[in-house]
């Protein structure tokens, strides 16, 4: 199995901060091409988020499943499901006890695509993550991914550093899939 891991908020959806209300939920509209064609070619679509507003007190776990939902209903008029959404409730300076943790889940770190590479038997060096941030890329290369990185602007701190290097540098989730079907990556 391969797959294409995704960022949520930024990446697959515009970023609205610590949003769960599935009423502000839409799809990047430069999205739906590229998630067929990836589905078409026999790419898992996985979804991997960072869900630090668990861990700081500001929604609950149990929201996310409105946002799952929404999501699926969003793509299936285009005939596209997500294969699975992984999302990390913690982050160290929470203040919920239980999610206030240094875990090995929150991206840059590679737990949920390991994770899902494990649950779903993927061949991680066949496979892609696909992020706005260069967080969402040093997951993806430390898990053995290949990586893109949407530059659309939510990049702020261009951090360097060992695995935070792209593969290739896109607009938009068409533009990564046309790349990766087309093999322009180095």
């Not at 078409?40 to 799952?68: C, D, K, T």
């Not at 060096?125 to 260069?134: E, K, N």
Request: charged share 20%.
């Amino acid at each position: 199995m391969k797959a294409v891991f995704l960022d949520k908020d930024g990446t697959l959806i515009p970023d609205i901060p610590y949003n769960v209300d599935p009423a502000l939920i839409t799809i990047q509209q430069n999205a739906f091409e590229g998630l067929t064609l990836l589905q078409h070619e026999g790419y898992m679509l996985i979804l991997v988020s960072n869900q630090a507003g668990i861990a700081r007190g500001y929604f609950p776990l149990n929201s996310l499943i409105a946002v799952e939902e929404r999501l699926l209903e969003l793509l299936k008029p285009h005939r596209i499901h997500l294969d699975a959404f992984y999302y990390c409730p913690h982050h160290i300076n929470g203040i919920e006890d239980n999610y206030a943790v240094d875990c090995n889940c929150r991206k840059p770190r590679p737990g949920m695509l390991l994770q899902a590479a494990s649950d779903y038997h993927i061949d991680l060096s066949a496979s892609w993550m696909i992020g706005d941030i260069l967080d969402d890329v040093e997951a993806g290369n430390r898990a053995g991914c290949k990586t893109i990185l949407i530059d659309n602007g939510n990049e702020t701190e261009w951090r360097g550093g060992d695995f935070r290097t792209p593969a290739r540098i896109c607009r938009s989730i068409n533009q990564a899939a046309e790349c990766i079907l087309n093999k322009q990556y180095a």
